[in-house]
């Protein structure tokens, strides 16, 4: 039983360790290693989008919107399949290594024959029993003398990594068949009529950019596996060469074959073909993906949770996606400016999330060993670093942006309308960042029930702002929804640790 000053406020830790948020301790060091990888590897899709941005830019305002509405809606609805299938298989993957290491490590018999035993209900099932029984075996000291038995080095036995792939290869030719198929209407429902100058370059970006949809669900899951891992250096390399290719492509479609929006689509497409196959031959290497039966792949345990994520990635989506809408009935020019003040928004936000994939991989390996000084110490330094990370993106883009505008464009009014968005670019950066680090840490808690419920909630206030203020002030409408959408999002998570609640009830010891 716990003395009352064994007991603390949780909101405490939001302070704790602050002087030291930038030593290069252990943790220091294990955050940069999985971070600063994650948050290249994340961004440099966006920085492609953006690239593709610059190129078609220089076509004309209508096929750069028409491109920006493609992009908007491709991206929203990948995210319906890739959040919940990227998040549940980096904390799943996280647990079962952490817990295979633990098995596999250790040259007590005793102590591993004992703590068989004491794996909690769900972790039990982390490991196929003939896999368990398998290593124990081996384990077990020859003559009964116990002497140390090197076991020999084998690809990781981890359940999730196979379910991961089957899923995603699923997922992505549903994602393709539905976009090519349902292409008109969808454009239409982002505002692009079949009669605008926008309809039939919108319509070929989209329906060639969805034949990659395959390899974007793949190459995504199999990134959720290697940030289980640990390991965020394989998913840069493969998607820097990837994008590499994208950019020497794009020239070369666009304008030397002259293939205008199809050509940027058309190296899109290899791009992301490239990357997963580069990602699928590191992966073999290192997992047996080939599973012993049907009960192994433990696809129950990855609907339930995926499910939630779904859940919450719906909202997450129908607010951006309602915002590009918006944006796009208001006319070209005002969805050209969006566009870009939204891929620099997005681009620069998702460098937090390299510090979020570090707090969700360290905070779920710390749990899964029930090392709850460990899961403390890493919350309050990624999310330290996230405010930092904050401050200074948002002083980047308040000077970079107000220069950097033509590079996008020669349009005089897009150029002034995408003035008008940069404070809220700039100054929402301190706020986003910080939310994507909440998102992180509650998902290596395995908290996907709060995160899909509190989205939910947050969504449905944020589209009655976006509704109310879109109407009434147009395009700087839309951004100060959004804005006040990133803020509910940030609040909820703030609430749900803060309080010490739900999975972080050991907050309070």
Request: contains cysteine; positive net charge.
């Amino acid at each position: 039983m716990h003395s009352k000053k064994n007991w603390r406020i949780p909101l405490f830790i939001f302070f704790e360790g602050a002087r030291s948020m930038f030593n290069l301790d252990d943790l220091g060091r294990e955050i940069a290693r999985i971070a600063l990888p994650a948050a290249l590897a994340l961004t440099a899709d966006p920085i492609a989008s953006l690239i593709d941005t610059v190129f078609i830019g220089q076509i004309g305002p209508v096929e750069l919107a028409a491109m920006g509405v493609s992009i908007a809606l491709f991206n929203q609805v990948s995210r319906i399949a890739i959040f919940p299938l990227v998040s549940v298989t980096t904390s799943f993957v996280a647990e079962e290594d952490t817990i295979t290491k633990a098995i596999q490590d250790t040259n007590d018999f005793e102590i591993l024959e004992k703590g068989s035993s004491n794996l909690d209900g769900e972790n039990k099932f982390l490991i196929p029993q003939k896999d368990l029984d398998e290593t124990m075996y081996k384990m077990q000291p020859p003559n009964n003398n116990f002497e140390a038995v090197k076991i020999e080095q084998q690809k990781k036995q981890i359940p999730s990594a196979s379910s991961a792939l089957i899923i995603g290869g699923v997922l992505g030719f549903i994602q393709s068949a539905f976009l090519i198929l349902a292409a008109k209407p969808l454009l239409s429902f982002m505002g692009v009529k079949s009669d605008s100058k926008m309809s039939y370059p919108a319509q070929q970006y989209l329906k060639l950019r969805s034949l990659g949809a395959p390899a974007v669900l793949l190459s995504l899951a199999m990134q959720g596996v290697f940030r289980g891992f640990k390991d965020t250096k394989t998913p840069l390399y493969a998607t820097v060469a990837g994008d590499i290719t994208n950019i020497i492509l794009d020239p070369i479609f666009i304008f030397v074959f002259k293939l205008g929006v199809r050509g940027a689509a058309i190296s899109h497409v290899i791009s992301q073909y490239l990357i997963s196959l580069i990602l699928f031959w590191r992966l073999k290497e290192q997992v047996d993906l080939i599973p012993p039966n049907l009960k192994y792949l433990q696809f129950g345990r990855f609907l339930k949770n995926g499910f939630l994520l779904l859940t919450r990635v719906i909202a997450v989506t129908f607010c951006v996606t309602l915002a590009a809408s918006m944006a796009a009935r208001l006319g070209s020019t005002q969805m050209a400016a969006f566009q870009v003040c939204l891929q620099l928004w997005l681009a620069t936000s998702l460098l937090a999330d390299g510090l979020s994939v570090a707090g969700q991989a360290i905070l779920a390996s710390a749990l899964a060993r029930k090392d709850y000084t460990s899961a403390t110490v890493t919350v309050s330094r990624v999310l330290q670093l996230g405010l930092v990370l904050g401050l200074f993106l948002a002083a980047f883009l308040g000077i970079g942006l107000h220069f950097g505008a033509r590079l996008f464009t020669d349009d005089v009014d897009v150029i002034h309308l995408i003035g008008v968005g940069i404070p809220f670019v700039s100054a929402t950066q301190p706020i986003n960042a910080l939310a994507f680090v909440f998102d992180g840490v509650n998902f290596g808690a395995s908290d996907f029930a709060y995160s899909a419920y509190s989205m939910v909630t947050v969504a449905i206030f944020s589209i009655v702002f976006l509704i109310i203020f879109s109407s009434s002030k147009g395009y700087v409408g839309i951004w100060i929804a959004l804005t006040i959408y990133m803020c509910l999002r940030a609040f909820t998570g703030f609430w749900r640790i803060g309080t010490g609640t739900g999975p972080w009830t050991f907050l309070r010891r």
